[in-house]
């Protein structure tokens, strides 16, 4: 048995009397790079709504190309220790864990955390080990794994999954490789739009004064210091609130950013769904498939609706798609596609067969 | 009398018996972030072709917002005394010093580095301080500050100057604030291409193969992983030459990326004229003014030219454009705008007038 620093994560196995194993539970954990979610779901079906959680853990990053395999193992052992201790369960309750974690892209890095899993659970737990991606579509479908999810805040990415287990993506390259329909890709082109008014290369627009004043500056030259002061791809993004509003005070040059990136977003969900023909085996078919929508610059809109856009944009091509706006956070939906994975299993070891939850679909 | 780590930087001059001190000489230097040079010519005129270059010295980085003031100060004093040095002059011989470096945008940065020479030269010396575009512009104008200068490499600028003092610039603010039409530009838009015609985005294109054959890499998702290892702009730039060699060999993303380059290059010269009326008082009108084309990304070309294109561009619009490529190096360019300096002060103190070398216009 594996022991890190902190040599006392699975200590409270010995110390508290552990709960009931029972029917056990399972363990979701939604990775990123900003922080790390793990939450704890009875292993036993059907399940009620409202769901019933068990616990629930927050950890920091989990994303081995940020902070090094080290870290990452560390982080999501202690949030998977630390919901487990919460719910008063051992290891021995779990039946499946699912690990959705951001930087997790070939089978090599799924094969390593597979290993120090098997390292700490006993050997009859079911794993499922992806990028977190998955935790953000089945936060949509509550743990059915099909359909595409279009992931939007300060990076895009759009991922889809056929019932029989084919997997593809989108974009998701990060800014340099042309993510422009993310909250990066928007705020970059509004600041560029900013430099070509003042220079001369393009129109005036409303952009200048209200993210000059945002940021407390006095002219656009002023901009080029805060851009490079720090390289912090989410500090740009958090420039997309004002594109919006400037584009509801009826900016063109604002405007035109907006529907350009609404075309990027649908682009990445179109391929997606075409070379997974969820539309059906016709091109461009007519077949209905989920559509999970995420991330803050799907959301956080008014009047300048990005993600009712995108939709539009998708129905236009593939009438089919049905949008989501998930209502559970993606531990939930890790967990809830550990519990299908559970009930799965049990039912090919002919144990017994369960209700999956509800799939709710908002338009 | 300011002394850095290495003291002896002047020693030279108590050891040397100076060279005569007569007509004396004059300092270019072009400071750049790669490397520093420093031209010493003589001081008295007219110059002769091909041109007295007295002697030459290369150092690092002086651009102070790579590497800091002090770093940027000693890398400036060095080149200059070790020109000096192998002249056989001291500074007291020195009439006019023409310093052209990177990273100089604002009156407070030509404020502290005139202060700095001012400590370091006899009083009667004429200072000019001033960002590199301007020994990019001489070297093409042998000298004359009037007319624009694009250089695009890595990254690109335009920058213009009128003959009563006015300047302009326009682009120059990095990539992300949108100069699509530097190297950096070229080359993204070309890895963004290949990512796209990988997901499914966009149309195949020839430029995956040539890219990945280049860069030893068997997967586009491979890029993902090349593109963030090292943040250098220049590495990122250096896949230029495959975008033109692609394009080239009739492939069309590859020609749509180029001729949208050429575009914003274009756009930038287009601005900065319209901006300082270089073409003549009535908007758009056709006077001459030189263009001085300079950087990898304009002289690099075969078949397909991006130099020629930009001033065919251009042309359209301001068929007074006389394109230069220059046939010295910036270095040479900023001693002449010490020269050009020094006969007019000369000049307007009676002393004697001098000819201007002669402008050397190519097609």
Not at 15 to 42: H, K, M, N
Not at 280 to 285: C, L, R
Not at 296 to 309: F, H, M, P, T, Y
Request: glycine share 10%.
């Amino acid at each position: 048995m594996k022991r890190y620093r902190n040599g006392e994560i699975w200590d409270f196995e010995s110390q508290a009397p552990p709960g009931s194993v029972g029917a056990g539970v399972v363990l979701g954990v939604d990775g990123g790079t900003t922080s790390t979610v793990c939450v704890c779901l009875p292993a036993s079906g059907p399940l009620p709504e409202p769901l019933p959680i068990l616990s629930r853990a927050v950890g920091g990053c989990s994303n081995h190309n940020s902070v090094g395999e080290n870290a990452a193992k560390e982080t999501l052992e202690e949030v998977m220790a630390e919901a487990l201790s919460k719910a008063c369960y051992s290891r021995s309750a779990v039946r499946a864990v699912c690990l959705s974690v951001s930087g997790v892209n070939h089978p090599t890095d799924q094969q390593r955390i597979l290993e120090w899993l098997r390292d700490i659970f006993p050997t009859h737990v079911t794993f499922y080990v992806e990028n977190d991606a998955v935790a953000a579509m089945a936060s949509g479908t509550m743990g059915k794994l099909h359909g595409c999810v279009l992931i939007a805040g300060t990076g895009t990415i759009a991922y889809g999954f056929t019932e029989d287990g084919k997997e593809a993506r989108a974009a998701g390259a990060g800014p340099v490789l042309g993510d422009w329909g993310s909250g990066y890709g928007i705020a970059a082109q509004a600041l560029t739009a900013v430099m070509k008014a003042h220079d001369g290369r393009g129109p005036q627009t409303k952009l200048t004064k209200n993210i000059l004043e945002l940021l407390n500056l006095s002219s656009p030259d002023e901009l080029i210091g805060w851009t490079y002061a720090d390289p912090s791809w989410a500090r740009i993004a958090a420039l997309v609130p004002t594109v919006v509003s400037t584009a509801e005070g009826g900016d063109e040059v604002a405007n035109k950013i907006l529907y350009d990136s609404v075309q990027e977003l649908a682009d990445s969900v179109i391929a997606v769904v075409r070379r997974l023909r969820l539309c059906g085996e016709v091109a461009d078919g007519k077949e209905t498939f989920p559509l999970v929508m995420v991330g803050g610059v799907l959301e956080a809109n008014k009047r300048w609706d990005i993600g009712k856009e995108v939709v539009k944009c998708i129905s236009k091509v593939f009438p089919g798609a049905l949008p989501i706006r998930p209502e559970v956070e993606p531990a939930v939906g890790a967990a809830l596609v550990a519990w299908n994975r559970y009930q799965y299993t049990s039912e090919c070891n002919g144990v017994r067969e369960a209700d999956s939850p509800r799939i709710s679909v908002v338009q």
